[in-house]
């Protein structure tokens, strides 16, 4: 046992630990008081497709990688669990787990964010009124994203399943729930919860009151008994028994997306962040009032400290992002490494007259056009290789723009700056050519991974080992600003050219699925 100032090679101690449970893998980063990463350790787990739209991940699995990433953390520190004063929590949202409380055996593979086998069932709970059934109570359409319509598919398909909830055997989480549950004891008194970011994912909570919603859950046939309790994002939750960090406070969850947005410091009335992946998010906070949507975003909640009032924030998806630059490299095989791109589309001084519409699987926010499908629009014999990639490029700006107009017209908020993370910011030509069509700054952070760092931020609040949000801020530095060099007779040409491509996508498919 060392004592608290760390016996750590990266400066002394004490320490914050964040578990960041992601789609394709689970990771523990250890972060110092400056807000720096000490180590990191991770471990993918199998995504499972038992049929075309599904996909499941293994709980269990699941669990026991979050276990060995933490162990593997601290060991890479060189510290104990005594130079950790608290854990933090961050998920992939709306992946759904239905176990039994009494053996903490999952009674069925979690059901991932992406699936889509609720299609049916949530055409159907929308009865005459539609996708906008529950818009008001939770701020999200009826969705195969959402958690609550695949728990009820669980309990429609699994033998004796629903029984067995009615008797109170069966707890539902999402996989912030399930960490917590087990982190903290399990089936031995672990902790049932979940924090307002997750819950607002549901479907099943109302973002006025920040409860669950009976009236919803008895519609959506779901019952309230299995649900955990609603905290908020940074508190403590209960201590870890057992493991590499037993007895250390658990004391934070947020969902992945929120939680980028705190680690951001978005922590004002239209700061935004957009995270550059395979799709892309973006959050603005809209401060202390859901706003409702008429463009196509979601109304979720951002974040709640403790007993503060809750923050709540629109979000904007983007299916089809980095996976555009994978497309490019792997089916046309136009650039042989993602990095490529940039300097072919360097190489041009424009596009060439081409725009590149990337409505793959439809469009996301703001269109939802799920009939949609991609374009490459304005080609002429002049355009080359070089070009397309440009278009590739701007295809991922122009997004951004059309759900910044979207959050500015729902909320009446201009965008100030956008801060951006994910693996597509270390493109520079992509960040200029975002700064230029936003027509505002754009700033990379220093430390790249601020999904961990917000879930650190809010459990170092949480335990006091940080005093306050301004002292969050000093912590955020930036490693990069781009600064709007367009004028605005072009931008205003070349999105209004974008906007007219973006029409030729869609009702490309039929009604009869042809």
Same mark, same amino acid.
């Given at each position: ?28 980063? =250890? ?11 991770? @471990?993918?787990?199998?995504? *499972?497709?038992? @049929? ?21 953390? *601290? ?10 004063? !608290? ?34 069932? /949530? ?14 109570? /939770? ?28 008797? %109170? ?14 982190? /903290?004891?399990?089936?031995?008194? #672990? $902790?049932?919860?979940?924090? =307002? ?32 309790? *609603? ?9 870890? @028994? ?27 009335? #239209? ?33 709640? &400290?403790?007993?503060?009032? =809750? ?21 046309? %095989?136009?650039?042989? /490494? ?6 072919? $589309? ?6 060439? %007259? ?58 009446? =908020? ?44 809010? !459990? ?29 007779? &072009?931008?205003?040409?070349?999105? @209004? ?18």
């Amino acid at each position: 046992m060392s004592d608290n100032t760390g016996t750590s090679s990266h400066g002394t101690g004490p320490f914050i630990a964040a578990i960041d449970q992601g789609t394709t893998s689970s990771r523990c980063i =250890v972060f110092d008081r400056d807000g720096r990463i000490v180590a990191v350790d991770q @471990k993918e787990h199998e995504q *499972i497709f038992p @049929k075309p739209g599904w996909v499941e991940h293994n709980a269990a699995e699941i669990w026991t990688n979050v276990q060995e990433v933490v162990a593997g953390a *601290i060991e890479k520190a060189g510290i104990t669990r005594d130079d950790v004063k !608290a854990i933090g929590i961050t998920n992939q949202r709306e992946t759904t787990l239905l176990w039994d409380k009494n053996t903490g055996e999952p009674v069925h593979n979690a059901i991932v964010w992406q699936d889509t086998r609720t299609d049916a069932l /949530t055409r159907e709970l929308g009865r005459n009124v539609g996708a906008d059934r529950w818009r008001r109570e /939770t701020g999200l359409p009826l969705s195969t994203y959402f958690a609550g319509p695949k728990a009820r598919w669980l309990l429609d398909n699994v033998e004796g399943l629903r029984e067995r909830a009615e008797r %109170g055997d069966i707890l539902f989480g999402t996989m912030d729930t399930w960490t917590i549950w087990n982190l /903290t004891g399990g089936t031995n008194g #672990g $902790a049932h919860v979940t924090d =307002v970011t997750n819950a607002s994912r549901t479907m099943l909570m109302n973002l006025h009151t920040m409860e669950w919603d009976e009236r919803i859950c008895e519609s959506m046939g779901v019952p309230s008994v299995m649900l955990p309790e *609603i905290r908020s994002s940074a508190e403590v939750y209960g201590n870890a @028994k057992g493991g590499a960090l037993d007895g250390v406070p658990v004391a934070s969850a947020l969902g992945d997306q929120q939680a980028a947005l705190f680690g951001q410091c978005c922590f004002t009335e #239209g700061d935004a962040k957009s995270t550059y992946g395979t799709g892309t998010f973006m959050l603005m906070n809209t401060a202390g009032k859901p706003v409702n949507s008429y463009n196509g975003l979601l109304t979720t909640v951002g974040y709640r &400290i403790g007993d503060e009032p =809750v923050v709540y924030a629109l979000e904007g998806s983007i299916a089809v992002t980095g996976a555009l630059v994978q497309w490019m490299r792997d089916q046309m %095989g136009l650039i042989k /490494t993602a990095p490529e791109i940039e300097t072919l $589309a360097s190489s041009v001084e424009d596009n060439g %007259g081409a725009y590149f519409v990337p409505a793959f699987s439809g469009l996301f926010a703001p269109h939802w056009a799920p009939d949609a499908r991609g374009v490459i629009a304005g080609l002429t014999g002049y355009v080359t290789k070089a070009h397309i990639a440009r278009a590739v490029l701007e295809a991922t700006a122009w997004q951004t723009r059309e759900i910044s107009d979207a959050m500015t017209k729902d909320s009446g =908020v201009e965008l100030t700056t956008l801060k951006v993370d994910g693996g597509m910011t270390a493109n520079n030509l992509l960040m200029q050519t975002l700064a230029d069509v936003l027509d505002s700054p754009v700033v990379r952070p220093l430390v790249a991974e601020t999904t961990a760092l917000g879930a650190a931020y809010a !459990a170092g609040l949480a335990v006091g080992f940080w005093p306050d949000t301004d002292a969050l801020r000093a912590n955020w530095r930036r490693a990069a600003e781009w600064t709007p060099q367009m004028e605005s007779g &072009i931008r205003d040409r070349e999105y @209004k050219n974008w906007l007219k491509a973006v029409e030729r996508t869609k009702g490309w498919l039929e009604d009869d699925g042809s």
